[in-house]
């Protein structure tokens, strides 16, 4: 009986054994499973990541598409309608001179150039053309085309003393620059 008993215990340890065995078994198992899920999730975790880098790149280069498409096609605007003023300027300023040299004329004749460049005049302003280089402005190289000098002790340095042909600009864009005579 004795030896009954020590069979039973043997079988009972030898299955604590058996099962502490498969225990062990499992947990390393599981371990193992948690190894390849945690590549697989770095993995998954760095692609998305590349994806939303790429995503990211993608809306910004869009966005400065579209930006720069808007402008250039605002300044093709611009571009063109200051094509077709500057074609248009010789005859702004046939008028001035007309209008300058026809004092001492007939009244009506008078009248007529100046409704004509009057007319002529509000045109340009209702496309936003504004016009410039007036005696007296202090000179600006980037407007101003200084065309002669002249010394002149009642003038101001670096003023205009006389406009030979004026300027014109639409909004930031010049059109043509002023040819000025600059005293001192």
């Not at 400065?64 to 498409?69: A, G, H, L, P, V």
């Not at 002669?148 to 009642?154: A, C, G, L, M």
């Given at each position: 009986m004795e030896n009954k008993e020590k069979n039973e215990k043997s079988e009972v340890l030898e299955n604590k054994n058996d099962e502490i065995e498969n225990t062990e078994d499992i947990e390393i198992e599981n371990q193992e499973d948690e190894n390849i899920k945690k590549e697989d999730y770095d993995k998954l975790k760095a692609e998305m990541e590349s994806y939303k880098d790429r995503l990211l790149r993608t809306t910004a280069e869009y966005d400065?598409?579209?930006?720069?498409?808007e402008r250039e096609r605002a300044m093709i605007y611009v571009n063109a309608t200051s094509e077709a003023i500057n074609h248009i300027l010789p005859v702004a300023d046939s008028l001035e001179l007309a209008l300058k040299s026809s004092e001492g004329t007939a009244d009506e004749y008078q009248k007529g150039l100046k409704l004509v460049s009057n007319q002529l005049n509000t045109a340009l302003n209702k496309m936003g053309v504004e016009s410039f280089g007036e005696i007296g402005e202090e000179f600006n190289p980037d407007i101003?085309?200084?065309?002669?000098?002249?010394?002149?002790?009642?003038?101001?340095?670096?003023?205009i003393s006389g406009i030979f042909q004026k300027g014109y600009k639409m909004g930031d864009k010049i059109i043509r620059h002023a040819m000025v005579q600059v005293a001192n």
């Open positions: 400065n598409f579209r930006k720069r498409t101003h085309n200084a065309v002669s000098h002249v010394d002149d002790e009642k003038q101001k340095e670096n003023v």
